[in-house]
């Protein structure tokens, strides 16, 4: 199953065009089997996400990238999030306390906006985000080696906040995913592998292999 965990809606993330009418539209021309909205700092698309679902058929789950002191966070299965900027390991903490998934987004892109360094002495993080369609291959490249070196889950998402952006990057399920429970159970076991889109197709991207290839199985 394929999933683009990391996308922005435009009603509560300002600096996205995207309505969700059209990202759902796009992710299913992509290939993509379901899709994550992840505003900035907001979960505010919950209900009409929810709605949208029922009308469609094509699951929606919505999550927070949230802007804590060290970076920015991505967090599935929660009701609240802090009203203000707390320390990466306070929001790790209160995202674990109600059952929840953290995964550290574009963890070196070169706006600071990443985890980076931090990853080493956090504690509780559950993935990483190898894949980012917004992120340059020397970050990848970082991302790949402290997933190596401290076996965190992998996984991939567009950060889209534009139509062309769109599914770029995704993560694959080994099973299918229904409800936001499994989707958090899945990354926390380690059933989830970063993918990209290429030639109108989805390759799995083996984090073995430090540069970009096509080699790989095909999705």
Same mark, same amino acid.
């Given at each position: 199953?394929?999933?683009?965990?990391?996308?922005?809606?435009?009603?509560?993330?300002?600096?996205?065009?995207?309505?969700?009418?059209?990202?759902?539209?796009? !992710?299913?021309? *992509? #290939?993509? %089997? /379901? @899709?994550? =909205?992840?505003?900035?700092?907001? $979960?505010?698309?919950?209900?009409?996400? +929810?709605?949208?679902?029922?009308?469609?058929?094509?699951?929606?789950?919505?999550?927070?990238?949230?802007?804590?002191?060290?970076?920015?966070?991505?967090?599935?299965?929660?009701?609240?999030?802090?009203?203000?900027?707390?320390?990466?390991?306070?929001?790790?903490?209160?995202?674990?306390?109600?059952?929840?998934?953290?995964?550290?987004?574009?963890?070196?892109?070169?706006?600071?906006?990443?985890?980076?360094?931090?990853? !080493?002495?956090? *504690? #509780?993080? %559950? /993935? @990483?985000? =190898?894949?980012?369609?917004?992120? $340059?291959?020397?970050?990848?490249?970082? +991302?790949?080696?402290?997933?190596?070196?401290?076996?965190?889950?992998?996984?991939?998402?567009?950060?889209?906040?534009?139509?062309?952006?769109?599914?770029?990057?995704?993560?694959?399920?080994?099973?299918?995913?229904?409800?936001?429970?499994?989707?958090?159970?899945?990354?926390?076991?380690?059933?989830?592998?970063?993918?990209?889109?290429?030639?109108?197709?989805?390759?799995?991207?083996?984090?073995?292999?430090?540069?970009?290839?096509?080699?790989?199985?095909?999705?």
């Amino acid at each position: 199953m394929l999933i683009d965990l990391h996308i922005h809606e435009k009603q509560f993330s300002k600096d996205s065009f995207l309505a969700l009418e059209e990202i759902v539209k796009i !992710a299913k021309e *992509k #290939g993509l %089997d /379901a @899709i994550c =909205i992840t505003d900035h700092d907001s $979960m505010g698309l919950r209900e009409y996400a +929810a709605e949208y679902t029922k009308k469609t058929g094509f699951p929606i789950f919505v999550g927070i990238e949230f802007y804590s002191l060290q970076g920015d966070i991505l967090a599935f299965g929660i009701d609240s999030y802090p009203d203000k900027r707390v320390s990466a390991q306070e929001f790790i903490d209160y995202v674990h306390a109600q059952g929840g998934v953290v995964i550290a987004a574009h963890p070196f892109r070169h706006n600071r906006r990443g985890l980076e360094d931090n990853l !080493a002495t956090l *504690k #509780g993080v %559950d /993935a @990483i985000e =190898i894949l980012n369609g917004s992120t $340059m291959p020397d970050a990848t490249m970082m +991302a790949v080696q402290y997933a190596k070196k401290y076996g965190f889950a992998t996984t991939g998402g567009s950060d889209c906040h534009y139509p062309h952006k769109v599914g770029t990057c995704a993560t694959y399920f080994e099973e299918p995913i229904h409800t936001m429970d499994e989707l958090v159970a899945a990354i926390k076991n380690h059933k989830c592998k970063p993918v990209f889109h290429q030639d109108f197709s989805y390759f799995l991207w083996d984090i073995n292999k430090l540069q970009w290839t096509v080699e790989d199985m095909q999705i």
